[in-house]
Every structure is written in C-alpha cells, then in structure tokens.
C-alpha cells in the first residue's frame, strides 16, 4: 500500500507564486510517474503536470506551461510542483498521484492511468 500527502496550498493573491509537495510512503515505494491533477467544483479532475520517476521526463498541461514546474527527489520519495504568476482560475483542490507500472508516457494525462492518490489540498487564488 502507498500512502501519498500533499501540503503547501494555500490562500495567494493573483500573479503570487505557490510550491506544492507530495511525499510518497509505503513499504515498497516504487512508481512509474507522478502527477498532478486539480478539481475545481463542478469540474472533472484534469491533468496538470506529470514527471516519470526514473528519467524525469516531463508532462504539463496547456494551461500551466511556462508557469509551472513539477520535479522531484527520488531520495525522498517527493515530488514538488512550484506555481508561479497563479491565475483565478487555478483556483481548486489539487491532488498528487501515482503510476505505479504503466510504463506509457503517451497516457500519464489520463486520471484512469493512477493508482494511488493524495487527500489533496486546496489552492485558492484571489483576483
């Protein structure tokens, strides 16, 4: 079983800047990639940045690129996603998940793709 637990949400003013972090624990803890991903209400649970574990190859959603980074420290089983110039509308529940042994980087956009998640933590972004 793996156990995963974000911090770092918060309440920031827009063009603020925020640094999320998910550590991962488990007896064995081994995952193919990380991800992020973010439910405003109402909405689905859509993709934001995702990074595979052993090469670090990167995913960012549209929305996000040139203002977010996601990276990680295989020694602490973390993996960290810095916010920068947050926008209104980046306003919702963010929550880090793993991909234990997909093995397929063309899929780490779809939330199906994981198989543990966090209990999230709430971004909220004033204007």
């Known amino acids: 079983q793996v156990q995963l637990v974000e911090s770092g949400g918060g309440l920031v003013q827009a063009g603020g800047s925020l640094r999320l972090s998910c550590v991962g624990s488990?007896?064995?803890?081994?995952?193919?990639?990380m991800g992020w991903f973010r439910q405003a209400p109402g909405q689905e649970r859509d993709i934001v940045a995702a990074?595979?574990?052993?090469?670090?190859?990167?995913y960012y959603a549209d929305s996000v690129k040139g203002r977010f980074a996601i990276s990680k420290d295989n020694a602490k089983n973390t993996v960290y996603l810095q916010m920068n110039n947050l926008k209104p509308e980046d306003t919702a529940v963010y929550y880090c998940?793993?991909?234990?042994?997909?093995?397929?980087?063309?899929?780490?956009?779809?939330?199906?793709?994981?198989?543990?998640w966090g209990q999230g933590t709430q971004v909220t972004v004033s204007s």
């Open positions: 990074i595979t574990w052993t090469l670090g190859v990167t």
């Open positions: 998940a793993s991909d234990r042994n997909s093995g397929n980087y063309h899929n780490l956009h779809r939330a199906a793709e994981y198989d543990y």
């Open positions: 488990g007896r064995t803890f081994s995952t193919y990639a």
